[in-house]
């Protein structure tokens, strides 16, 4: 997928090998790649939104005394998702399934309670959609935005404009991994072929680098509007890049259900 990206900005550091798919596979065996991969949601939102990343806004940090927390829902998946959801598990490759209710309930909150400069430009979250892949260590998320007037389609537009919106992904997701320790941004490439997504788009590909962590974190995020709503998706997955998910084919897909959707309402 590397010709989705610009030249890289930094070192790609160590390649997918047998050294890489040992670490990787001791730690999916484990529930720390939901308590590392979990940051990336907070990262991109909070970027996004403007704000600093504000520990204060996860009342409930899945740090690794709860990690069991999150490893037991993942054998019951939760299939109690709100219907006409814009991304559903069936665009998703075989492996994907809902996040355990846990893990939705403290991104909804912590969006809830960190979203104050997105209500000032009347833009509103419609609907977060979470999906993990246990055996890839993989997480996909999907933020739904309602931009009702042309003030909020102009705010949501110019995130995607300031500093070709590398501000918007990148200081949120530093600031985020920091909560698990000194993190380091080791590569960040602009996601190109974008034509014809939205009225507007930009994405990202994120990797960066934990203290203490012997793997690395991975994040895609790309964010696109159509017409009055926005979209913004998170692919995070360790020790390398997103494989099964491919951000920019997702974006497109979701795009078109929305322009269909849009014409089947049309008088």
């Known amino acids: 997928?590397?010709?989705?990206?610009?030249?890289?900005?930094?070192?790609?550091?160590?390649?997918?090998?047998?050294?890489?798919?040992?670490?990787?596979?001791?730690?999916?065996?484990?529930?720390?790649?939901?308590?590392?991969?979990?940051?990336?949601v907070f990262g991109t939102?909070?970027?996004?939104?403007?704000?600093?990343?504000?520990?204060?806004?996860?009342?409930r940090f899945p740090s690794p005394s709860h990690a069991t927390e999150l490893k037991s829902p993942l054998s019951a998946p939760?299939?109690?998702v709100p219907p006409e959801t814009l991304l559903e598990v069936n665009d998703l490759p075989p492996g994907f399934e809902v996040a355990p209710p846990l893990l939705r309930q403290m991104v909804t909150r912590a969006i809830d309670r960190s979203g104050a400069d997105l209500k000032k430009a009347?833009?509103?979250?419609?609907?977060?959609?979470?999906?993990?892949?246990?055996?890839?260590?993989e997480m996909v998320t999907c933020l739904t935005m309602d931009l009702?007037?042309?003030?909020?389609?102009?705010?949501?537009?110019?995130?995607?404009?300031?500093?070709?919106?590398?501000?918007?992904?990148?200081?949120?997701?530093?600031?985020?991994?920091?909560?698990?320790?000194?993190?380091?941004?080791?590569?960040?490439?602009?996601?190109?072929?974008?034509?014809?997504?939205?009225?507007?788009?930009?994405?990202?590909?994120?990797?960066?680098?934990?203290?203490?962590?012997?793997?690395?974190?991975?994040?895609?995020?790309?964010?696109?509007?159509?017409?009055?709503?926005?979209v913004v998706l998170i692919v995070g997955s360790l020790a390398r890049e997103p494989e099964k998910v491919q951000v920019r084919d997702l974006a497109l897909s979701l795009d078109r259900r929305l322009q269909n959707e849009s014409a089947r309402r049309r008088p």
């Open 148 to 230: 009702p007037d042309r003030t909020a389609r102009e705010s949501f537009d110019a995130r995607l404009q300031r500093d070709g919106g590398r501000e918007v992904f990148q200081s949120g997701f530093q600031q985020a991994l920091r909560l698990l320790g000194e993190a380091k941004i080791e590569e960040s490439r602009a996601i190109v072929s974008l034509q014809g997504l939205g009225e507007s788009a930009r994405g990202y590909r994120l990797a960066a680098t934990i203290e203490n962590f012997p793997v690395r974190v991975f994040a895609d995020s790309l964010a696109f509007r159509r017409g009055s709503t926005g």
């Open 122 to 137: 009347n833009i509103s979250v419609r609907e977060t959609t979470i999906f993990v892949n246990i055996e890839e260590a």
């Open 1 to 40: 997928m590397n010709e989705l990206h610009e030249n890289r900005d930094f070192p790609s550091g160590e390649n997918a090998g047998d050294k890489n798919s040992r670490r990787r596979s001791a730690y999916r065996r484990s529930a720390k790649p939901r308590v590392i991969i979990f940051p990336i």
């Open 45 to 59: 939102f909070f970027g996004w939104s403007g704000r600093s990343f504000d520990p204060g806004a996860i009342a």
């Open 78 to 80: 939760d299939r109690n």
